[in-house]
Structures are given as C-alpha cells and as structure tokens.
C-alpha cells in the first residue's frame, strides 16, 4: 500500500501486515491512500522524492542538510544524557542562569500529548532542515504506544513535524501487555521504553519497539529518517539471538534471546560503527539473562550478542526462576552503556548468578568493561562488590544505576568511573584497573561509601529492601566542575566535592527537601564553569512528577521547581527514572503521556 502525506515530506511503501505509519507537516494534506500503485508510479515518486524532497540517499545520509555547522553533522541530544561519558552535563547552557530561573522569569513555554507513556528520554536536534517547512528545533519523542514523534520545540503545542506509529490492530499487531507477569511502571503496555540514539553523521534514529503479532511477542530494531520518519535502508529488524551456555532456559547448549521476557531499558548508543542495544527484565520476573547485541547500522544485520550469565551454577546467592546460572539484567535505572575513548564498553549487570571469582562466566552485579570485537564482544575487565551475595539475595543490586566516565582534570590524572547500587553505595573506580572480587572487602577500588542510611544485611533487610525505609540510588550521578551530585529515594539530593582526587564522602551541601521512592535522576546545565544548574527529576510518593532546579555550587539553594507556579508548571504523573533534557535555554521534561518545554518566559 501506498500512503502520501505532506508531498515533501515523505513518500513510503507499505507491505501488507508491515506498521502503518504517515508522516506529516504543518501543511501536511489529508491522508490519501492510493491502492495498489503501480510500480512505475512507485519509482517514479521515489524519484521525485529523492531529487525534490532532500531524500536518504544509500548511505543513509541526508544531502544538504544538517544543523548550520557545515555537512550533516547533526547536533542536539541524540542519546541518553547527551554523550558516551553518561555524566550527566550539558556545558554548554548560555541562556539559564541561577539569575533567571525562577518562578518569575522561568516556567513552562509548552507541551505535546502523545499515544502512550513516555518512558524513554527525550532527544533535540538542532537546525534540523525539514524540507518545505524549513529550519526547526525538533525535540523527538518514543511512546509505550510504539509511536515516535517530532515536534517543533519552539511550538509544541502544533501538530508534529511528523509521526510514526508501529500499531496495527486491524492486523493483530498491538503493544505487548504489561499484565503477563513483572511488575512494571509502563502504564499498561509495553512498546518504546529504552531511549533513542541518533547517529550525529547520518542523521538516522534507532530504537527497539516491543509488539505482540496475534498475542505473540515480537521486538524489532528501528532506523528511521530524522527528517521525515521515514524507513532508512531496510527500516527494521526483528530481534533473534543465540549464545553458547547451558545456565537457565538453555536447550541443546544454546540460551536463545526471549522476546516476551526481555525488557530493553537502557538508552542505545554507538560502539566501534555498531549500534549497541541492551536489554533487562521487568521486574524480574521469568527465566531471563541481561543480554547486550551489536548490529550493522545500515543493514541492522546482529553482528554480535553477550550473555553475562550462560553458565549453569548448582549453588547460588538466590532461588529465583532466573538464578543458578541466569540473571545479570542490564537495565540501569535506563542509562546507556558508557563508552571511553578507546571504544570501551561499561555498562553494570544487576541481579544474578556470580562465579567469575571461580574463573566462571556469570557475572551478576557487576561493572563489566567490554570490547566489541568485530562478531563478538570480550570481557576486558570486572568489578563485583565484596558483598554480591547479599546485595543479590536482598534486591539490591549493582545494576539499578549505569557508569559515569568522569574528566581527569580533578582525579590527579586518573580515569575514574562512578557507579551506584540499590542498596545505596556509590563506588569510585579506575578504570584501568577496574579491581575483580575480594571477599574481604572492597578495598581494591579507589573508594566506596554509602550516600544512603543502612547497609544489606539478611538480618535485617529479609527479602526486598525498599519503600520509606530504605535509600536505594537509580540511573547515573552528575558531575561538574569537581562536584558529584547523588539522590537517593527517601533522602536530600546530596553534593559531594573531590578533593586530591578522591570524593569527600561528607556531602558539601543536601537539598532542602527529600526525594520519593525512585530518588532524583539529575543532569547539569553550566556555561562551562560558570552558572551550574541541577536539573533533579522527582516521581513523588504522590505519583506527581517534580522538576526542581538547585544552584549547583549548593544545592542547598532551590531556585525553581514546578509545583512553585503549579497552575502554570505542574506536572502531571511522574515517570519512573525520568531523565530532563537541557538545552539551547530549553528544559525538556516528560510526564505522563506529555512532553513539557520550559523556559524563559517572554
């Protein structure tokens, strides 16, 4: 079926059964099927498109456009918290100010409702050339509708510069339900949950949506045109994979990927020319292992799967459907895998079954640093905490937070990486020498303290440690200008300063009020050293979703958040590990099914 929309704006080509999808403009016309086109219409269309409208050429890119900069190096934030580091800043913010943001000054400019909750990050692409309707700040937007949006950030509230969905119940094509067993946070259903990635050369958007074909579960990786939403080589790519391993759920010495148990959370990124996709549980539940592919970005061919649990373990922390040879969840609050500048891989496995202190291969709650080898990906070096049993057996694991790269101008010269657990600890680490197991103690790193306020103990804790009594950390901390800034659940967000290239574990300064159950995901804004804000998103005990800024030299100084002005800025419900985006004066949040912009008001 042949589907035309805005006439330069895209032209697609549908095979019966495939996702629907139409994209649009502000002078986008009424759809129009035409049925049964024929071919020579077809390419004759196709052609029109690609001399007339800017269309992909082979290579995925888009000739003549791109941000102003010269050449299709498109910029923005095009990944989960803007780079490959995971650091949290955006140090580029000339427009926000501790001066200007407050209640007077600062608040929401705009908002779009889409399909479905908003789970995965927001991303921005700056003077981004949509064809006949010129230049745009385009903020683009995935739903657990499996829908994907872009909309103009300086005009939410107008009609999306065009917008793709991957539904079709007519067809048996529908979300995957949420009920079939894990708790989850996904709102009923379960579609586009990890955040996008755009490749900054080519302009392309990937991302992983989540189906039921006829009730069974499908996943399928996408590559769509940023300019058009329209299918970039050959679109998509169902999810299948195998690895060597007889731990749980292996048959005939192969653990084969499950699409209806596999939950892909993390943000996707960019590794050595792949696209690096990872993928968790929910919540748990089922017999499941962490899972890590590559795939070739123009043929999204799989070019390599990692299993951080393969083998069979006859003793383990746990009896879970998924221990003794399974778990190793790679979910991280939602964060994407760091990558260093030599394309190294870190990324934390959560919950799940440990030997590789016994030269095994299970390496449930651990900090992995990896290398993507052509067709595979080897394990460089590990981290496991001294008490992995425990952290395994109570739910309190490494995995519930990502790896931050931090800059070596304030660590005496050493390249150190920041991750946080569940049970509240955050670990300074070398990544040179990331330090394996010792029982005795986690001594071998460069330094570990608790941001929370009790520690896992099976005395104490019994089965899962949360709620109101305990301080868990998710997704990644925020650096700048030698401040990291933490937020536990049930706690202040807390700021702690390096000092001779270690963390003072007593913070400098708390926030004036404490964070709900999910704690504060937290990213920086500054003009370089100067003019730091924290950006903390809060999912309140309420269900309300909260942006608060703090002066980042003290986050004990609150200048704004949404409820100030709550007829003008209040959220709507929150979302679970939300990240804000910072950019060119504009603040991004998600809630709900809606995107909020918020900025200077005129």
Not at 97 to 111: D, E, I, K
Not at 229 to 245: R, T, W, Y
Not at 268 to 275: C, E, F, N
Request: include cysteine; aromatic fraction near 8%.
């Amino acid at each position: 079926m042949l589907w035309l929309c805005n006439p330069c704006h895209a032209v697609h080509i549908e095979e019966p059964l495939k996702n629907h999808q139409c994209v649009k403009g502000k002078a986008a016309m009424k759809n129009r099927p035409v049925v049964q086109a024929g071919h020579s219409l077809v390419l004759l269309l196709i052609a029109a498109y690609m001399v007339n409208c800017g269309g992909v050429s082979q290579s995925g890119q888009n000739p003549g456009s791109g941000t102003g900069t010269g050449g299709n190096n498109y910029t923005g934030v095009l990944m989960w918290k803007g780079d490959s580091s995971e650091k949290g800043l955006y140090p580029q913010e000339t427009t926000l100010t501790p001066a200007n943001v407050n209640s007077s000054q600062f608040g929401r400019l705009g908002s779009f409702q889409a399909d479905g909750i908003l789970m995965a990050q927001p991303l921005y692409i700056a003077n981004l050339d949509m064809g006949q309707t010129g230049m745009h700040n385009v903020i683009v937007i995935a739903t657990e509708h499996d829908s994907a949006y872009a909309i103009d950030a300086d005009d939410p509230g107008a009609s999306p510069l065009w917008e793709r969905h991957y539904v079709d119940p007519a067809n048996g094509i529908t979300t995957l339900p949420d009920n079939f067993g894990g708790r989850t946070t996904l709102g009923g259903e379960v579609g586009i949950t990890g955040t996008p990635f755009i490749d900054p050369a080519t302009g392309v958007l990937y991302f992983v949506t989540t189906l039921a074909r006829n009730g069974v579960a499908e996943q399928w990786l996408r590559a769509i045109d940023i300019h058009s939403g329209s299918d970039v080589g050959p679109g998509s790519m169902q999810i299948q994979a195998s690895v060597p391993g007889d731990g749980k759920g292996s048959a005939n010495g192969q653990i084969v990927f499950d699409p209806s148990i596999q939950n892909q959370r993390a943000g996707l990124t960019k590794v050595a020319g792949a696209i690096v996709v990872a993928w968790g549980s929910f919540s748990d539940w089922g017999v499941y292992h962490g899972w890590l592919m590559a795939f070739d970005p123009s043929t999204l061919k799989l070019l390599a799967a990692f299993n951080p649990t393969p083998q069979f373990q006859a003793v383990d922390s746990a009896n879970g459907p998924a221990d003794h040879g399974g778990g190793g969840a790679f979910w991280q609050g939602g964060a994407a895998p760091a990558v260093d500048s030599s394309g190294n891989i870190y990324l934390n496995a959560a919950d799940g079954s440990f030997n590789a202190d016994q030269n095994g291969n299970n390496y449930g709650d651990t900090l992995l640093k990896l290398q993507l080898n052509g067709s595979s990906f080897r394990v460089v070096d590990w981290f496991t905490p001294s008490n992995q049993a425990c952290i395994d057996l109570d739910d309190l694991e490494l995995g519930s937070g990502g790896v931050a790269l931090l800059p070596t101008d304030i660590t005496g010269g050493a390249k150190l990486a920041v991750a946080l657990s569940k049970e509240g600890r955050l670990f300074l680490v070398n990544i040179d020498t990331l330090g394996k197991f010792n029982a005795g103690g986690d001594n071998q790193i460069t330094q570990e303290f608790m941001v929370g306020e009790q520690t896992c103990s099976d005395s104490t804790t019994g089965g899962a440690a949360e709620g109101p009594g305990w301080n868990r950390l998710y997704g990644n901390a925020s650096y700048w200008n030698g401040n990291l800034y933490a937020g536990a659940s049930n706690l202040a967000l807390k700021q702690y300063q390096f000092q001779n290239g270690l963390l003072n574990p007593t913070p400098v300064a708390t926030s004036p009020s404490a964070y709900g159950y999910r704690g504060a995901n937290t990213v920086v804004s500054a003009n370089g050293t100067r003019d730091g804000i924290v950006w903390a998103y809060e999912k309140a005990v309420t269900n309300q979703g909260i942006l608060h800024a703090y002066d980042a030299t003290s986050v004990s100084k609150e200048l704004w958040n949404s409820n100030m002005n709550s007829g003008r800025d209040a959220l709507g419900e929150g979302i679970g590990f939300a990240a804000p985006v910072v950019v060119s004066g504009h603040v991004i949040a998600t809630y709900d099914t809606r995107v909020g912009v918020f900025g200077l008001l005129k």
